[in-house]
Nanobody, 121 residues
């Protein structure tokens, strides 16, 4: 059974930082592109960041320069370091794994339940 479990969310003031973690049970973890998506209340899920099997990372324009995605293949973990947080970053953040890594929700095969991030002004 495949699972992705996120942790590290919480309440933080604007300008602060949080580090999200995602633990994956995928046996072939190294072959998956890993990504973070987020969904704010009343909005569609949107791409935030991804890291491919070669370690190359890509970010949405809204988080570029503030967020950093990383992966530890030995531990089967993915991280999202979020700095200079803004109230508009408030959302449920979900970890995803896909063979075809892109910015599209439909390209990801496995999803975690998500962790809430709330940024107060």
């Amino acid at each position: 059974q495949v699972y992705l479990v996120e942790s590290g969310g919480g309440l933080v003031q604007a300008g602060g930082s949080l580090r999200l973690s995602c633990a994956a049970s995928l046996q072939t973890f190294v072959t998956y592109t890993m990504a973070w998506f987020r969904q704010a209340p009343g909005k569609e899920r949107e791409f935030a960041a991804r890291i491919n099997v070669g370690g190359d990372d890509t970010y949405s324009d809204s988080v570029k320069g503030r967020f950093t995605i990383s992966r530890d293949n030995a531990k089967k973990m993915v991280y999202l370091q979020m700095n200079s947080l803004k109230p508009e970053d408030t959302a449920v953040y979900s970890c995803a794994a896909g063979v075809i890594g892109s910015g599209r929700v439909s390209d990801y095969n496995y999803w975690g339940q998500g962790t809430q991030v709330t940024v107060s002004s």
